[in-house]
Nanobody, 127 residues
Framework: QVHLVESGGGSVQAGGSLRLACAAS????????VAWFRQVSGKEREGVAA????????YYDDSVKGRFTISQNNVNHTVYLQVNSLKPEDTAMYYC????????????????????WGQGTQVTVSS
């Protein structure tokens, strides 16, 4: 059974930073697309960043380029999202998702392709 568990969310002031973590278990493949999404109540879930765990190709939404960095630790099967220079509009529930044995590619931000999701971690940014 695949499990994804997010952690690291919290409440910060604008300009602050957080490090989100997505700990994965229940699968052995090292060639997966793992992505971070965020969702505000009443709005669609949107892709923020993704990483292909074999080789480390990274993908970012334009709204977070230069502020967010995705990385991985394949030893402990954890994908991180370092979020810097936070803005109030970054406030959302952040989810990680995994698509196993496949590259990320141009559909990295499409929710339909991800079979496994975590429960989410809340990020709140105050002005």
């Amino acid at each position: 059974q695949v499990h994804l568990v997010e952690s690291g969310g919290g409440s910060v002031q604008a300009g602050g930073s957080l490090r989100l973590a997505c700990a994965a278990s229940g699968y052995t493949s090292s060639r997966n697309c793992v992505a971070w999404f965020r969702q505000v109540s009443g709005k669609e879930r949107e892709g923020v960043a993704a990483i292909y765990t074999d080789g480390g190709s990274e993908y970012y939404d334009d709204s977070v380029k230069g502020r967010f960095t995705i990385s991985q630790n394949n030893v402990n099967h954890t994908v991180y999202l370092q979020v810097n220079s936070l803005k109030p509009e970054d406030t959302a529930m952040y989810y990680c998702a995994a698509d196993l044995d496949v590259v990320c590619g141009p559909t990295w931000s499409s929710t339909w392709r991800f079979n496994y999701w975590g429960q989410g971690t809340q990020v709140t940014v105050s002005s």
